[in-house]
C-alpha cells in the first residue's frame, strides 16, 4: 500500500519489488494489537461475541483502519478493539504466531515485537506473566517452523529468524482501558496520577526482568506507548532506572506528538538507547509553553549532535507519520528522515502496527527508496543500522557475526538483481 503516498513520484530504478522481498530486513517498531490479521480479529470477536463496528473486511478498511487519520489520538482508537479480543492465552499465542509468520514471510529475519502487556491481563484467569508466556510461544512456534523449512539456514550459510519481546507500559490509562486497569485504578484511586501511571511500569518491568532471568524470556527492552502530549516520560523514571540496573534495554516513544525536549528526556531522564518515531525532532514550534529555553534553534542543533554522536537509532516508521501527521502527509518529502539520513543520524525503518497503518516493511521500504532516490549502499546503511542497532538476545560477538551472514545474504540478492539491469524497464514508472 506504499503507493497511496507515492502520487506523481518516480520508482526507483535501483529496486524491483522482489529485491525489496528477498533482501534480509529487520523491524524493530511494531505494535502486536496493531498488526493482527483483519479476518483474524473479526473470527475472535465472533468467537468472543465481542462488538466490532462491521464484521466486513472492506467495511473496516473504510470506516476504521482507515487510510489516514485526523490525528496521534484518532489513530490509537482502533486498538481497542483488537485488545478486546486478546484477553485470551490462545488468542494471545495465534496472534503471536500469525504476526511472526506475516514477517518472516516477506523476508524480515529478525524483529522486535512490542505490546503492553496489561492491556490483555484478566485479573483472576489470565495472569500478567501468562500473558507474557502466551505471545512468546506463538513466535517461538512459528521461528522454529521457518528455521525447520530454510535449506539454507539449516546449511548454515543464512542468518537463522529470530525475535524478540519488547515490553511497554502506558504513558496514560483510566479505568476504562482493561479488565487490569479497572482493577488497579480502584485500589490506587487516592494516589496521584502520574505515580499511578509509574507504578503501573514499574511493576511490568519487574515481571519482565523476572521472566528473562527465570524462564530465558527473549524479553530485550522496556518501552512506554500511548498519548504524548502531557503525559512525559519523566513519570516512569523510576521503571526505567529499574530496567537499567537489571541490563534491560530502553526504548521509548518520543517526539511523535511532541518536540524535541520528550526526545532529550527520554534519553537523559530514561536511559533510551532508542527513539521511537522522533517525528518533531528539528521542529521548534514543539516546545512546552513553560521551556526554559531561550535559543530553540540552538537546542534543535545540540539534540542532533547529542543523539548523533551517540548513534541513538531513531525508530522511523513513515506510514503511520503520513497518516497521523497532516502536515507531512500533504508534502511527504518533508517528512523528517532526509534531514536525519543527511544528519547522519542511526536510522531504521518500522512498519509500526501493520493492520492500523495497512503495511508491511515491505511497503515502508518501498517509501524511503522512491520518495528519497535511495541508492543501494544508503539503503544498506539503514537496513545494517536495525540489526546494528537491535536488542537481539545472546553476546555480543554473536550479533557481529549474525550481521556479516546478513550482508553476505544482502550482495548475494543485489547480484541477483543487477542494477543495470532494469533501470530501462522502469525507467518511466511514475505512480
Known amino acids: ?6 502520487g506523481g513520484i518516480k520508482k526507483n530504478q535501483a529496486f524491483p519489488d522482489e529485491l525489496i522481498r528477498l533482501i534480509p530486513k529487520t523491524d524493530l517498531h511494531c505494535h502486536l494489537d496493531g498488526s493482527i490479521r483483519l479476518n483474524t480479529l473479526i473470527d475472535l470477536s465472533k468467537q468472543q461475541g465481542k462488538h466490532l463496528p462491521s464484521y466486513d473486511e472492506q467495511e473496516l478498511r473504510r470506516t476504521t483502519f482507515k487510510e489516514n487519520y485526523a490525528s496521534l489520538a484518532e489513530y490509537l482508537e482502533p486498538f481497542m478493539y483488537s485488545t478486546n479480543v486478546l484477553r485470551t492465552s490462545d488468542a494471545l499465542e495465534r496472534v503471536g504466531f500469525e504476526f511472526a509468520e506475516d514477517c518472516y514471510s516477506e523476508g524480515v529475519r529478525y524483529f522486535e515485537v512490542r505490546f503492553a502487556p496489561h492491556l490483555h491481563v484478566v485479573p483472576g484467569e489470565l495472569s500478567l506473566e501468562d500473558v507474557i508466556r502466551s505471545v512468546n510461544r506463538g513466535l517461538h512456534r512459528a521461528t522454529d517452523i521457518f528455521n525447520g523449512i530454510d535449506e539454507d539456514v539449516q546449511n548454515g550459510v543464512a542468518p537463522e529468524y529470530k525475535y524478540g519481546i519488547i515490553i511497554c507500559g502506558m504513558k496514560y490509562f483510566d479505568e476504562f482501558y482493561s479488565p487490569f486497569h479497572k482493577q488497579f485504578c480502584e485500589i490506587f484511586k487516592f494516589e496521584n496520577k502520574k505515580d499511578m501511571y509509574g507504578l503501573a511500569t514499574l511493576q511490568v518491568v519487574k515481571v519482565a526482568v523476572h521472566l528473562r532471568d527465570t524462564e530465558g524470556l527473549p524479553i530485550v527492552a522496556l518501552d512506554i506507548a500511548g498519548k504524548e502530549k502531557g503525559f512525559p516520560c519523566i ?5 526505567f532506572q ?6 534491560l534495554n530502553k526504548t521509548i516513544h518520543a517526539g511523535e506528538a511532541f518536540g524535541p525536549e520528550s526526545i532529550f528526556q527520554a534519553i537523559t531522564l530514561c536511559y533510551a538507547e532508542r527513539i521511537g518515531h522522533g517525528l518533531k525532532m528539528f521542529d521548534t ?3 512546552h509553553p513553560e521551556t526554559p529555553v531561550t ?14 554522536n551517540r548513534r541513538i537509532c531513531i525508530e522511523v516508521c513513515l506510514t503511520s507519520n503520513f497518516q497521523t501527521d497532516p502536515v507531512i502527509r500533504e508534502d511527504v518529502k518533508a517528512h523528517p528522515l532526509k534531514r536525519m539520513l543527511e544528519e547522519r543520524m542511526s ?5 509500526d502496527n501493520r493492520l492500523v497503518s495497512n503495511t508491511t516493511m515491505c511497503d515502508e521500504i518501498r517509501l524511503a527508496v522512491d520518495l528519497y532516490d535511495l541508492n543501494r549502499d544508503q539503503l544498506w546503511d539503514i537496513i545494517s543500522t536495525g540489526f546494528k542497532r537491535s536488542f537481539m538476545p545472546g553476546s555480543y560477538a554473536d550479533k557481529r557475526k549474525y550481521l556479516e551472514k546478513m550482508k553476505v545474504m ?3 540478492v543485489l547480484a541477483m538483481h543487477p542494477g543495470t539491469s532494469e533501470a530501462a524497464e522502469n525507467a518511466n514508472i511514475v505512480y
Open 295 to 308: 535559543n530553540k534553534e540552538k537546542y534543535v542543533e545540540g539534540i542532533i549532535r547529542f543523539v548523533a
Open 410 to 412: 544482502y550482495n548475494k
Open 347 to 351: 536510522v531504521c525503518l518500522n512498519t
Open 235 to 239: 513519570n516512569h523514571a523510576e521503571a
Open 285 to 287: 514550534e514543539f516546545f
Open 1 to 6: 500500500m506504499a503507493k497511496r503516498f507515492l
Open 242 to 247: 529499574y530496567a537499567h540496573k537489571n541490563h
